[in-house]
């Protein structure tokens, strides 16, 4: 078991005073980098209910109308152009195909495609804006046990909440190396509304809201594995 009491320390004591601080005002959003604010996150292939997540990175609603997940075989699905494709801040909308997938999936989260078995190492997902612009695209035949367990948790509606002042935060995103932009990862410092409701009170922080849990601390990927549902093997 690792142990960091003085940098645990020194971290609680940076995020409460971040906390005190606190005075109302707008959301100070950070600049993206290039990188989109939304993202597909690596698919459960394997599985009879695959299931194609997008992931919003941005502490804004992101408006899905109009927009297409495209198979690299030709197969696409369209969101429709209503309140239910308005992916909210940090979260994600699941797209799911194959023999078990629900068809009274009734949007929100959750949409059904089609009862065929879509995705495999050769088939590559690729997310499309209405004018036919490729957002963000996966190559399944690279991904990793790592990117498998980041898109587990992503999928499973769990996130991780950090600062980048914070110590044992970049410890914890160095667990997942390149893999760790699957993640649905928090900045308080720049979304610290977000994480005053959310009930954060130290980082590193990861929420389950499936199951409504919060446990504080870094974590080994095979703890957050065993927490999440998700499988992983080194």
């Known amino acids: ?19 005190v601080s606190l005075v109302p005002g707008p959301i100070v959003f950070g600049e993206s ?5 939304v993202i597909l996150v690596p698919v459960n292939y394997g599985s009879s209910d695959q299931v194609v997540t997008l992931l919003n990175k941005s502490g804004e609603e992101l408006d899905l109308s109009g927009f297409r997940i495209r198979a690299g075989s030709g197969n696409a699905f369209e969101f429709p152009s209503d309140e239910r494709t308005v992916l909210k801040p940090f979260g994600i909308i699941r797209v799911h195909s194959g023999p078990d997938a629900e068809e009274e999936y009734s949007g929100e989260k959750d949409f ?24 963000s695209e996966l190559d399944l035949s690279t991904t990793g046990e790592v990117d498998l367990l980041a898109g587990c948790l992503t999928r499973n509606q769990v996130k991780m909440y950090g600062l980048v002042t914070c110590p044992h935060c970049q410890s914890q995103k160095d667990e997942f190396g390149n893999s760790v932009r699957y993640v649905n990862y928090v900045e308080c410092s720049e979304n610290r509304r977000t994480c005053i409701d959310a009930g954060i009170r130290s980082v ?27 499988s992983y093997s080194e």
Request: net charge negative; aromatic share 10%.
């Open 112 to 135: 059904y495609w089609t009862s065929e078995s879509i995705w495999d190492e050769t088939n590559n997902p690729r997310l499309i804006d209405p004018e036919g612009k490729v957002i």
């Open 33 to 37: 980098h290039g990188d989109p604010d």
């Open 204 to 230: 590193p922080a990861w929420v389950f809201e499936n199951s409504n849990r919060h446990k504080v601390g870094l974590k080994s990927l095979e703890r957050l594995s065993s927490l999440a549902g998700c």
């Open 1 to 19: 078991m690792r142990k960091f009491s003085n940098l645990s320390a020194i971290a609680i004591l940076v995020f409460s005073i971040f906390l």
